[in-house]
């Protein structure tokens, strides 16, 4: 059982990697569902490692760089792919900037955040599944400002409650585990 968690956010990063391969592989609709498993492995992750008491320093590390895979660069290149290419540089550029403001979000979190019960800044799922909803709209011009005010999203000073450690929080409080 030790390892349980940690399998469960390989199987986040490996759905990451496996969107990235459907993109190159013009299945938009497979990269689409990797990133969505992605969600649902990421949030089991967490609770079975603090459910069975093996969180550790490795464990938020493996985290993060799935994380990173699966909500920052995946979305990003399957936007390039369905739409952002027809803006040439200005969608590559729009590209970069997700996958660079979902990096130094996760950092961040990691490095300052990881304790409070509120998220600083849009959490990477969050900004990954509102890139697909804006991905189906098919407009590069949508999608690239989108993008935008989604990185700078992820890496405001915005509160965002954190509804995962107000359960666990409840939970504990009412005899519950």
């Avoid at 968690?5 to 969107?19: E, P, R």
């Avoid at 938009?28 to 992750?45: E, H, R, W």
């Avoid at 509160?159 to 939970?171: A, D, L, R």
Wanted: some cysteine; hydrophobic content about 50%; aromatic content about 10%.
């Amino acid at each position: 059982m030790s390892y349980l968690a940690n399998i469960i956010t390989i199987c986040n990063f490996i759905c990451g990697v496996l969107s990235i391969y459907s993109c190159v592989s013009n299945n938009t609709f497979a990269a689409m569902v990797f990133i969505c498993l992605g969600m649902i492995f990421d949030l089991f992750d967490g609770r079975v490692a603090r459910r069975f008491n093996t969180v550790s320093e490795i464990g938020k590390e493996l985290d993060s760089f799935s994380d990173l895979v699966t909500f920052c660069i995946a979305p990003s290149i399957l936007a390039y792919s369905v739409v952002l290419h027809e803006l040439a540089h200005a969608g590559l550029i729009c590209t970069l900037i997700f996958s660079i403001c979902g990096l130094l979000r996760l950092a961040r979190f990691n490095a300052e955040q990881s304790n409070l019960s509120v998220f600083i800044g849009l959490p990477a799922p969050c900004a990954a599944l509102c890139l697909l909803v804006l991905i189906s709209v098919h407009s590069p011009f949508i999608v690239a400002v989108g993008m935008c005010i989604l990185s700078l999203l992820m890496v405001s000073k915005l509160e965002i409650p954190n509804f995962k450690k107000q359960n666990s929080e409840k939970v504990e409080i009412n005899g519950w585990k």
